[in-house]
Every structure is written in C-alpha cells, then in structure tokens.
C-alpha cells in the first residue's frame, strides 16, 4: 500500500508543474442514451448546475472555463453519475461500452491519480479507505485531491482530528470551496450524539419566514434531512406521509431541512410529494448550516428528539421509525423519567398557578421521589419564559427531606414550590409559597 502511494505522489508532483491551457473541452460517448438526454456538471458542495450538454448519436460535448482548475464535478444525468476532476485541457469520457461510474477518461492528470487513488480501496473496509486517505492527505498537502479526502472523511472523523488534518495542507487548499466547508464544519459542528440534547438552530422556510427547530419542543420531533434531487429521500416520502398521518395528533411532527440549493426545485418536490409539515432551508446545497452543525454529510439523514428534547435515535426509517413511535405514545411509560420530566416540565410552564397545583395533587405526585426530582432538575432545559431560580434539599426531622423549587415565570410573580418527603422517599406534603 506504501508503495502505490508514494507512486501517485509522484506523479501528482510532476502533474503540477504542468501548464494548463484556457479551457477545457470534454468530448463524452455514452451508451443507450436516447438523443435530447440531458448531462449536467455539477458542483459536489452545493449541488449546483454549472453547465449542461445534450445528447446526440450517444455523444456529448462540455467547453468550459474554469477559474479554478482542476475542480471537481458531477457529471451526471437522471440516474447516473460519475465524478470528474476537470482540468482546463482538452479531455474524453468513454462510456460507450460501459456505465458512467465505470467510464474511462483521459486528459486530467489530477483524474489519473484519484481513479488510482480509489482503485487502491476497491476491496477494503471503510476503516481501511479512510485509512488510506488520510496516509494521501498527509503525503499531499499541496494536491487539491487532498481537501476533497478531507471534506469526505471530516464526519467520520470528527471536529478534532478535521482540525488536525486541517491544519497540516496548503495555504491554496485552506482557502479553496472545498477548505472552507470544512473550516465552517469545524466552527459548526457541535459533534451531536444520542443521549444529547438538541441543537436548536434558525432557517427560512418556503415562504421566508424564520423558523426554529425548538418550536416543537415538548413534542416528538423527527429532524429529517433530505433534498428533492435524493431519489432515496423522495422514494421514503410516500412512507414518511403514511407514518405522519398516524403519528401527527398523538404529538409526532417533522421538521424538514433540505440540502437544495434551488428553491423552485425544493418547492415542486415538496408539493408533489404531498408532504404536510414543516420544511426549512438555507439553500447552500451540502453545505447547508443546519447539515454542518449536526454533521450530516449525505441525505437521507434524521434525528429522532423525544418530548424533552433529547435525541433518542438516528436514521429510523420505514417500520424502524414506526416502531419506535408506537413504543413512544402507545406503550404504558408512566411510570418512565421521560414521561415524568416532559409532564413536570409542561405543567411548570404553564402561566397559571392553579394548573400547577392541580398537577401536583394529582396521581403522579406519588411518582415524584426525591431522586426523580432531582433527576428531572437537572435534565431539563427551562424555556426563557420559565427560569428557575434556585433548588435546595434539605434535611428534615424523622429522616425526611425538603425540596424548595424557587421559580420565576414572566406572567407570574415569583414563587416556591415545597414538597416534603418522609421517611420511605414518598411526599408528605407540598405546598406553594409566593414572594
């Protein structure tokens, strides 16, 4: 493995001290594409159409100037693709006996090397490909190939070791496109797990209007990534609409953000696939902000968040998610944190000091243990309307303990919340106190 990669850095050395020419004009034959078949060159970041060519007696012709050469594209159609590393030189595509993934091309050096560069993983795992892009990144901070290894890898590899690698290319590649999306992912990433609390963050929907992630809070919220050029996105959306109908009243909603970068086409998609919930986005393609903060680097991708705001799930699909929802609103969880927390947190925020006395002498104050109390404390996050002051548990006589909740809510004067527990860990008595 050392050895092909020291041959490819050769060649890549000399590659670059090649004069490039003004333009470059890709000749392309194709196989079985019927005259009038469109081809696009696309920018991988943002999914964005640069160039188009049409079809005739299976061939095709690209002329193009690049500002930036070599750059890397999509040539693609509407169900196949393969990537291109484009160099202002006269360059052919040769798929005529073959499909386009598998298509040979000449005329980029910068090609040569990443066709060898993944001929090298073809049989590997994905532990043993990544291992084998970053021996390259390191053996090739100059190649432009090198921030593109990077930006494929840095959700795999996390923020810290991104940064690392980062730090270790050219001046040229930091500053390329592909340099600094991931100088945005590492300012935006915040390495989201399960277990953790959700990330809230702000985009436009298809109106213009600002939304927020944490508006559902206190709901069960799937945070669905997709994008209306995803075939795998648009085939689940007849399936997704199935299990919001179902799921919708009981508390389910689904907030969409999509990886487009053109509104008409985000638009068409959304209602042509009927889809009946919230949809946001920032129209950067694969680099959209929201995508970067949660590392999602492909659609489709989602996140299930629970009504207290924690993410329980990843990627739930089809019957996966169906089960999950059907575990959450109709299984008996009473007697469950998460149910106890989200109904303490609902009844605390409510402005109405009655609401909150009638919760607490009803049924579920016997669930209310000193632990559980605590537990609660600490795992909520409080909205802005609802701050809670302080907390304290004290020892009592008889072995009991007291827990005063001081809260300040906006329409309400201040105020304690008292309860008294006794000697098995069961309220004795709870009172309010106002300030």
Known sequence: MKKTISILTVILLISCNLKQNTSCNLKGKTN????????????????????????????????????????????????????????????TFDASKTDFNNAKITGSKTQDIYQKLNE????????????????????????NISSVLLWLNMNSLG??????????????????????????????????????????????????????????????????FWASWCGPCRQENPNLLKTYEEFNTKGFEIFAVSLDNNKNNWIKAIKEDELKWEHVSDLKGNSNTAALIYGVHSVPNNFLIDENGIIIAQNLRGNELNNKLTEIFNSDRLNSLDIISSKFFKTLNTSN???????????????????????????????????????????????????????????????????????????????????
């Open 159 to 224: 923020k810290e070791k991104t940064t690392d690698f980062l730090k270790k290319l050219s001046l040229n590649n930091k500053n390329s496109e592909f340099g600094k999306v991931i100088s945005d992912y590492i300012k935006l990433n915040e390495d989201v797990k399960i277990g953790d609390h959700f990330i809230d963050f702000e985009m436009n929907d298809i109106n213009g209007n600002s939304r927020k992630l944490s508006t559902f809070k206190g709901k069960t919220i799937l945070l669905e």
């Open 32 to 91: 079985n594409l019927k005259d009038g078949t469109k081809l696009y060159l696309v920018n991988p970041l943002n999914n964005k159409r640069v160039d188009s060519s049409v079809v005739k007696n299976n061939t095709f012709l690209f002329d193009i100037v690049l500002e930036n050469a070599p750059s890397l594209y999509v040539l693609e159609n509407k169900s196949e693709y393969k990537y291109l590393w484009i160099e202002n030189n006269s360059m």
């Open 353 to 435: 000091i009655e609401e909150i006395k009638t919760f607490f002498s009803s049924s579920i104050i016997e669930q209310l243990t000193d632990n559980v109390l605590q537990s609660i404390i600490t795992k909520i996050n409080y909205p802005q309307e609802l701050k809670l002051v302080d907390s304290k548990v004290a020892s009592g006589k008889n072995n009991t303990s007291n827990l005063k909740l001081r809260y300040k809510h906006l329409k309400e004067s201040l105020y304690y919340i008292n309860i008294v527990f006794d000697k098995e860990n069961k309220i004795e008595k709870l009172f309010f106190e106002n300030i």
């Open 120 to 143: 090298t993983k073809n049989s590997l795992s994905e532990k043993e490909k990544q291992k084998v892009d970053i021996e390259f990144i390191e053996k090739n901070p100059d190649s």
